[in-house]
């Protein structure tokens, strides 16, 4: 089955602890990316990659690293959680970066951090 | 600025009748792609319909529809014949062609469907 996984689903954690968001895609697509949803301000972009190795900043990149060392996973790092960063993250992928191919989202992180 | 405009929170619709979701955005870029996803409890973003920025046909799915105004940059969802299935939050977005392809999403609109 086609699709985009993240672990967890779930996270509580303390500020400062060091934690990984996990996402990888079953389809072979080259564009992965990072949003993170709040309430009243819909999903912005954090992190987004073209391809193996090429990563670039979103909208709202800062207390936030990723990575992409194999055309499949995108983890997402968080060095040092602030509770600024307590959200709902998705991670998604497309065939392409062109803006007509269609985004698969995975099932979302609900973080929470205290 | 890059923006998405959903100017109704929440809205209420009747099993069997008729709703519109209003959305409204701007962007400078002539070649972009609209989107309406929708979001259950599950959490799940599901891609609702899609419309082409050079095409002035409005896109149809089934019982879901939009009306695409481009010089006004609206786009806004019809679905007809609701269902209590429909009942989630929906995400209007545009992708362009730069500032890395992403989607820009406006706030959301929770449906309600009575039965």
């Known amino acids: 089955e086609a699709q985009v996984t993240q672990n967890p689903r779930y996270l509580i954690t303390v500020t400062g602890k060091k934690l990984t968001v996990t996402c990888s895609q079953n389809m072979n697509h080259e564009y992965m990316s990072w949003y993170r949803q709040d309430p009243g301000l819909g999903l912005r972009q954090i992190y987004y990659s073209m391809n193996v190795e090429v990563t670039d900043k979103g909208d709202v990149p800062e207390g936030y690293k990723v990575s992409r060392k194999e055309k499949r996973n995108f983890p997402l790092i968080l060095e040092s959680p602030s509770p600024n960063q307590t959200s709902l993250y998705f991670c998604?992928?497309?065939?392409?970066?062109?803006?007509?191919?269609?985004?698969?989202f995975g099932q979302g992180t609900r973080l929470t951090v205290v | 600025a890059q923006t998405v405009t959903q100017s109704q929170p929440e809205m209420s619709v009747q099993e069997a009748e008729t709703v519109t979701l209003s959305c409204t955005y701007d962007?400078?870029?002539?070649?972009?792609?609209l989107f309406w996803y929708k979001q259950p409890p599950s959490r799940q973003m599901i891609l609702v319909i899609r419309q082409e920025a050079y095409k002035q046909q409005n896109a149809t799915e089934n019982r879901f529809s939009v009306n695409f105004q481009k010089a006004a940059k609206s786009f806004s969802l019809k679905i007809s014949d609701s269902q209590l299935g429909d009942a989630a939050m929906y995400f209007c977005a545009y992708r362009i062609m730069e500032y890395g392809n992403k989607l820009v999403f406006g706030a959301g609109t929770i449906l309600r469907v009575k039965s």
């Open positions: 962007t400078s870029e002539s070649d972009y792609y």
């Open positions: 998604a992928s497309s065939l392409t970066g062109l803006w007509g191919t269609e985004a698969f």
